[in-house]
């Protein structure tokens, strides 16, 4: 996916920013070298998943969009008020037949899946009656009125909607991140109601013990100062600290050679500061807590030296951030076990809100039970009907046999044939 390369500016689109052709940074490898590092010509190389829930067919579109000669000339021309206001995505009409063919079967894939999604969820609280078309309206990223062709406006809302997506993504992970660790404390606390006064005080010491043993680590460097990208270039790349040159630095950190340093290639850099901190064999390292923190590295770079905020770092921007005093003599860098990551407010709120989960949860526990017990009534009621029926039938069946009657069937028909008379020969 070249043209997603080489549009920096249309990097703000989630199109052209996280499914750009990317692969980790190989940080534990030394390098000597910048000539020959970068990717063998036409070596496939793994997109990073954008954690959308139309991941796939994001990446299916693009796929396509691709292999039209046309479309792919437009891109590389376009810039990203062409993007925005929706005039690119009216030149899907000039494609192949071959490519809109293909994406309007993308599309009925995707269109089906959602449906099932809503049928499972729907089918999960015992809803009937569903009205598909009206719950296809809540997602954005296609044109549910017309679920069986690919139109210019598929491709204007697919943008549109990874764009909002891709700009909310980092917020919504902070979120998780603080729930997470609510939900930590809130366990915490209601472990301890549990145990008795000498248990707990043994608890809370042990807890306290493991807070200051996770916070005694070397110094972690501000993140993209040049003493953190030093010790990057003489630990893991095994380069002479001496000899440190931004340049060079770029180079040999822009793995895919597209002239950016993105957000997965950046976040690798900061292996070395989070190692200092987390380790997962250490009980008191919260390997969640080390991938927050990455998270936090990486916006405050980008927040740094991203000058046009595409969520791409170029080589001018880089060279022009370490030229910053910033650069050479930072402030100290506050890791997450020197913040306060919650209130006591925020945690009751969030309590309140669990307790209220737990209730709803608990009721329909009791409504289920309910309707078990009502349902294993029925049945007993049924076994019960059935055997009085079945000890009736059996009660005929004796009264016709006692009268010389032979039992009959189902249908009235006898069960065996009387035996004939015995002839007599004189």
């Not at 000498?198 to 993209?224: A, L, N, T, Y």
């Not at 957000?263 to 009980?283: C, G, H, I, R």
Request: include cysteine; charge should be negative; proline fraction near 4%.
């Amino acid at each position: 996916m070249k043209w997603l390369s080489v549009l920096p500016q249309q990097c703000i689109l989630l199109m052209t920013c996280l499914l750009m052709a990317l692969e980790a940074v190989p940080i534990d490898i030394d390098k000597t070298k910048v000539k020959g590092e970068g990717h063998v010509e036409g070596e496939k190389v793994e997109n990073p998943d954008t954690g959308l829930y139309y991941d796939e067919y994001l990446r299916q579109v693009i796929d396509v969009l691709e292999t039209d000669k046309h479309f792919r000339e437009k891109l590389q021309t376009a810039d990203i008020e062409e993007i925005k206001s929706g005039k690119l995505s009216r030149e899907l009409d000039l494609v192949s037949h071959h490519v809109r063919t293909r994406l309007d079967e993308l599309k009925r894939q995707e269109v089906a899946r959602l449906r099932m999604l809503i049928k499972a969820k729907m089918d999960s609280v015992q809803d009937t009656g569903i009205d598909h078309q009206a719950l296809l309206k809540q997602f954005e990223h296609l044109n549910h009125q017309n679920p069986d062709t690919f139109e210019p406006k598929d491709l204007d809302m697919l943008i549109k909607a990874a764009t909002s997506d891709l700009e909310n993504y980092d917020k919504t992970r902070h979120e998780e991140f603080k729930k997470y660790e609510m939900m930590k404390e809130h366990e915490r606390r209601e472990y301890l109601k549990t145990l008795d006064e000498e248990k707990r005080q043994r608890e809370e010491s042990k807890f306290e013990e493991m807070k200051k043993k996770h916070g005694d680590h070397p110094k972690v460097h501000h993140p993209g100062s040049k003493d953190q990208l030093k010790e990057v270039w003489e630990e893991a790349d095994g380069l002479d600290p001496n000899e440190f040159d931004p340049k060079t630095f770029f180079k040999l950190h822009d793995v895919n050679n597209d002239g950016f340093l993105d957000e997965q290639e950046l976040e690798a850099l900061f292996t070395k500061e989070l190692e200092k901190v987390y380790d997962p064999k250490n009980e008191e390292d919260d390997m969640v807590e080390m991938e927050e923190e990455r998270l936090r590295m990486r916006e405050h770079v980008m927040n740094e030296v991203d000058v046009n905020k595409d969520r791409l770092v170029t080589l001018e921007e880089f060279l022009r951030a370490t030229e910053k005093k910033e650069f050479l003599e930072p402030d100290s860098w506050e890791t997450l076990d020197q913040q306060q990551l919650f209130t006591e407010d925020e945690l009751k709120e969030f309590e309140s809100h669990i307790s209220q989960q737990e209730d709803e949860l608990r009721k329909k526990a009791e409504d289920l039970q309910k309707q078990k017990e009502e349902l294993q009534r029925q049945h007993d009621q049924l076994q019960a009907q059935k055997q009085e029926l079945q000890q009736v039938v059996k009660q005929m069946e004796q009264k016709k046999l006692q009268q010389g009657n032979p039992p009959a069937g189902p249908a009235g028909e006898l069960k065996f044939q009387p035996r004939a008379p015995l002839s007599h020969t004189s």
